[in-house]
């Protein structure tokens, strides 16, 4: 299996945006969710998006609706993460991963071929 690469990550203002990407290259990829996840310095591992196979599904954590996006391109093997009104405790390490079965799940230890993450850092 290929591991997924994280992109798009970097320091915005309290207010910007930011859009990021993974590339998952594979049909085992492609005919699974896929969902975005956060870890913050001394923190645990937290969900923040998932999305169907076939980006007809999304799910949000509460406290991202409404701000954030997650939508995929099945023909380019990314999926995307479009973060908008971003504030400091958005700050954290981004990491896509594979759902490793049914549903979307938004339990980390049901996901499966983690990226090595992308740095997001909004300053205040």
């Known amino acids: 299996q290929v591991q997924p690469v994280e992109s798009g990550g970097g320091l915005v203002r309290a207010g910007g945006s930011l859009r990021l990407s993974c590339v998952a290259s594979?049909?085992?990829?492609?005919?699974?969710?896929m969902g975005w996840f956060r870890q913050a310095p001394g923190k645990e591992r937290e969900f923040v998006a998932a999305?169907?196979?076939?980006?007809?599904?999304?799910t949000y954590d509460d406290a991202v609706k409404g701000r954030i996006t997650i939508y995929r391109d099945n023909a380019k093997n990314t999926e995307y993460l479009q973060m908008n009104n971003l504030k400091p405790e958005n700050t954290a390490v981004y990491y896509c991963g594979r759902a490793n079965g049914a549903g979307i799940p938004t339990m980390s230890r049901l996901y499966d071929y983690w990226g090595r993450g992308t740095q997001v850092t909004v300053s205040s």
């Open positions: 594979g049909r085992t990829f492609i005919t699974y969710a």
């Open positions: 999305i169907s196979w076939g980006g007809a599904s999304t």
